[in-house]
């Protein structure tokens, strides 16, 4: 009986509008050099951050980027810079909806901007630890906070790796730069287990072999550091 339950589920999603499916599935995979890294992204309080990092993921953008900046017990920072570290061309800036988002905690995703609170465009980085310094206070110069929009359901030990690699200079970065580059080989979406309940889930009939478990969250463009670890945004 559950088979049929997972395909009918899989079946429902594929006739879905486009638009809808963002909903039903706001699922984006990273394979990277280090592995493979999976987002749950959460439209429902942050609609147009995550339409627009799924316009990037979509056009292919963030293929042959880098993760350009780890800091161990803080975050891990990548989508802008190339192998060379040369600065990709984006879009447009978007709004910061940081005011109703997530907030900034282990294993969450978030946008990285400038100190200009509508500076948003392709950058984005993983907490690796609770960083609430991040998070929105009110809308005021250094107190907007930052967007996080997306969770780690798969790879976050991944993530963790990354933040403890050997760092140094390159490019326009004085320092927290992977002395070995991090390649973002590709991101795409990617189907995952289909919410029906609070808490629980459904796996679509295509992933029932390969699983997307949900976890508990456990110029240049910068994450500000905690107030004892200040760095440039």
């Known amino acids: 009986m559950a088979p049929r339950v997972y395909m009918a589920l899989g079946l429902s999603l594929a006739l879905l509008p486009v638009a809808d499916r963002v909903a039903a599935e706001p699922f984006v995979e990273l394979r990277t050099s280090e592995g493979r890294i999976v987002f749950e992204l959460h439209p429902e309080t942050a609609p147009q951050t995550v ?19 780890v800091i161990p017990g803080f975050m891990v920072q990548g989508g802008g810079y190339d192998e060379q570290l040369r600065h990709r061309p984006t879009r447009e800036p978007i709004d910061n909806e940081a005011a109703k988002c997530l907030k900034n905690r282990r294993g969450t995703v978030a946008m990285a901007r400038s100190m200009a609170p509508r500076s948003t465009t ?78 629980a889930y459904a796996q679509p009939a295509s992933e029932l072999n390969n699983a997307v478990t949900p976890k508990a969250p456990g110029g240049s463009t910068m994450v500000r550091r905690a107030p004892q670890r200040r760095a440039t945004p």
């Open 51 to 69: 339409a627009n990092f799924l316009t990037y993921v979509d056009d292919g953008f963030y293929a042959g980027t880098v993760v350009h900046r």
């Open 122 to 199: 392709s950058q984005f980085f993983i907490n690796v630890d609770d960083n609430n310094h991040l998070n929105h206070v009110r809308p005021q110069a250094g107190y907007e906070g930052y967007c996080a929009f997306a969770t780690v359901v798969e790879g976050m030990d991944v993530a963790d790796r990354m933040s403890r690699l050997p760092t140094g200079p390159g490019g326009v970065f004085l320092t927290d730069v992977p002395v070995e580059r991090v390649v973002i080989n590709d991101a795409q979406r990617v189907e995952g287990p289909v919410r029906f309940a609070e808490g």
